[in-house]
T-cell receptor
Framework: NAGVTQTPKFRVLKTGQSMTLLCAQDMNHEYMYWYRQDPGMGLRLIHY???????AKGEVPDGYNVSRLKKQNFLLGLESAAPSQTSVYFC??????????FGPGTRLTVL | DAKTTQPTSMDCAEGRAANLPCNHSTISGNEYVYWYRQIHSQGPQYIIHGLKNNETNEMASLIITEDRKSSTLILPHATLRDTAVYYC???????????????FGKGTLLTVNP
């Protein structure tokens, strides 16, 4: 039981490049989330999903897109990366008990 | 969700109990108190949550005042590995509703010293 895993762990992009971050969970959770964390700040919700095939916007959705084609996977896409998207990205999942389980994070730098 | 107030930082000696306070004076009757922590460079980790009664699990105890306006997270025997930022979060249980997100503030940096 790996819990929540994220791929990749680190990535450096140039401005304007695109990339996809993958989150996978093996706990059969309905809900999945993408957060970003910037230095000295708490986590901010980007997008979330309440089930396979569904997505919804969080607090800071601009510049990101998501997809939940399979229940166990939640993808976060950056179509045209900007330096302001340099951050650590965390994925989480939960069932109806509200306890969220987090992945180890992806450190993204946009030059 | 109700706003929470936590001290910016605290120190604790290894082996002693760490008591982390949280003020949530505007909490509503249907809002739970959740505690998470984040060890440096790792993802946040759930610790415990409660509504009215005190709660205990293998990691910690949660003491909620009778008026529910404040709470204390207790780590009974702190170790060096407990050094982390601790977040107190107040929120309504989702139960199929639309309020799914956790709102993380700045938390309390707990430093456990040898």
């Amino acid at each position: 039981n790996a819990g929540v895993t994220q791929t990749p762990k680190f990535r450096v992009l140039k401005t304007g490049q695109s990339m996809t971050l993958l989150c996978a969970q093996d706990m059969n959770h309905e809900y999945m989330y993408w957060y970003r964390q910037d230095p000295g700040m708490g986590l901010r919700l980007i997008h979330y999903s309440v089930g396979e095939g569904t997505t919804a916007k969080g607090e800071v959705p601009d510049g990101y897109n998501v997809s939940r084609l399979k229940k166990q996977n939640f993808l976060l896409g950056l179509e045209s990366a900007a330096p302001s998207q340099t951050s650590v990205y965390f994925c989480a999942s939960s069932d109806r008990t509200d306890t969220q389980y987090f992945g180890p994070g992806t450190r993204l730098t946009v030059l | 969700d109700a706003k929470t107030t936590q001290p910016t930082s605290m120190d604790c000696a290894e082996g002693r109990a760490a008591n982390l306070p949280c003020n949530h004076s505007t909490i509503s009757g249907n809002e739970y108190v959740y505690w998470y922590r984040q060890i440096h460079s790792q993802g946040p980790q759930y610790i415990i949550h409660g509504l009215k009664n005190n709660e205990t699990n293998e990691m910690a105890s949660l003491i909620i005042t009778e008026d529910r306006k404040s709470s204390t997270l207790i780590l009974p025997h702190a170790t060096l590995r407990d050094t982390a930022v601790y977040y107190c979060i107040v929120r309504v249980a989702s139960s199929g509703g639309s309020n799914y997100k956790l709102t993380f503030g700045k938390g309390t940096l707990l430093t456990v010293n040898p």
